[in-house]
């Protein structure tokens, strides 16, 4: 009998308890009806400071629950830090701590590096979309289902959502034209991003976002990736660097996770069930609009507003890349499970990439036509 089948969480048992007594009050004294209407709140945390634009990402997710579940749900949505530190969310709902998160399955790589598989791994030449595609209809659910539940135990039930833009290779004091440029640099980054800049000569730090800009300031850190320009300028990375790389195969394929607590999951009305799955994909539609629109705006602002000079990740640097992934998955599938993924990953890759890049127009050239000299080439 398994962890699931053997507890009963405090919240089933709570809500079952009071629907039992609802029901045997009713012969001497009715409820009143709006108590029978209250809404089931949904305790979310995220990973991600207060100010972070990612908090108006997952608010997208909870405002599109609450309408579609007609008020039958509410998502108190709380910051990092909350209740639990940024990293520590899926150990915080597989407690029954909090019902809810948003995150990434990179926060918990020290749990099993395989979470990496699930968003900041290999590219094999597939973007964020690729690879989310490839979690919901080539069997990565399964996988994430088969690591989180069986190898690890986990009380928990996740989605991934909102394919992101591939992350920048990130800030730096000075010019990095090389990969003799970067090595011997204090660098921030996770999961197995943190493997691969480590082997090209890095010295790495895993750092939560709100961490960074501090770190860097006290010289724990010579330079840093977070995610994008608008989280990157919200908290101040300008004010710390001023050479911004953009292009990078170290994270070029992550989603956002929604975990939720098994029981408490499992415990609703399918019909909520289906609301809180099926908001996730609602949500990534949304999040993909409002991410094109701010990201490439607050771009402009780093350029304009605070002097930041944005490059294009040298070749040398990104062919480096590509072959220190080659030596890290061959270390990686010694572990069967892991082998098993990336296997699946591979597959996946090849068949739909070649038809997505076959089939794509070169889109550089047409905006080379129409917007001649801005391009960094």
């Known amino acids: ?67 579609m579940s007609g008020g039958r749900l509410k998502v108190d949505l709380l910051p990092a830090g909350a209740v639990v530190a940024a990293f520590q969310v899926l150990d915080a709902c597989n407690d029954g701590v909090i019902d809810a998160a948003h995150s990434v399955p990179v926060y918990w790589y ?125 908290f101040g990375a ?4 001023k050479n911004y790389y953009l292009s990078s195969y170290h994270q070029a394929s992550e989603s956002f996770e929604f975990i939720f607590n098994r029981d408490f999951f499992e415990d609703l009305d399918p019909d909520l069930q289906a609301i809180l799955k099926y908001g996730v994909e609602a949500a990534s539609t949304a999040n993909t609009a409002i991410a094109m629109d701010n990201y490439s705006a607050d771009l402009r602002k780093l350029q304009e507003d605070s002097g930041v000079t944005v490059h294009r990740t040298s070749k040398d640097i990104l062919d480096a890349q590509i072959t220190a992934w080659d030596g890290l998955i061959t270390q990686l599938e010694e572990d069967e499970f892991m082998k098993k993924v990336l296997d699946s990953q591979r597959e996946w890759v090849e068949r739909v990439t070649y038809y997505e890049l076959m089939n794509a127009p070169d889109y550089a050239l047409a905006y080379n036509h129409h917007f001649p000299g801005k391009l960094a080439m």
């Open 238 to 241: 300008q004010d710390v660097a």
């Open 1 to 67: 009998m398994n962890k699931h089948e053997t507890s009963v969480s405090r919240r089933s048992f709570l809500r079952k308890g009071a629907a039992a007594g609802g029901i045997a009050a009713t012969g001497a004294l009715a409820a009143p009806a709006v108590l029978a209407q209250a809404p089931m709140v949904v305790k979310m945390q995220t990973s991600w400071p207060a100010s972070d634009i990612w908090m108006d990402f997952a608010r997208q997710y909870t405002e599109r629950v609450e309408a």
């Open 110 to 234: 020290g749990k099993h590096k395989a979470a990496s598989l699930f968003g900041t791994g290999p590219v094999f030449g597939g973007s964020a979309t690729t690879m989310l595609a490839w979690f919901n209809a080539g069997g990565g659910a399964e996988y994430y289902r088969e690591l989180t539940q069986d190898i690890l135990g986990l009380n928990v039930i996740g989605f991934l959502g909102f394919p992101m833009f591939a992350q920048p290779l990130g800030w730096f004091k000075n010019e990095v034209n090389t990969v003799d440029d970067i090595k011997g640099l204090k660098y921030r980054t996770v999961g197995l991003a943190a493997d691969l800049m480590q082997s090209m000569g890095m010295s790495v730090a895993q750092l939560p976002g709100g961490e960074i800009v501090p770190a860097m300031e006290r010289g724990v850190i010579d330079a840093f990736e977070f995610n994008n320009p608008s989280s990157d300028m919200r």
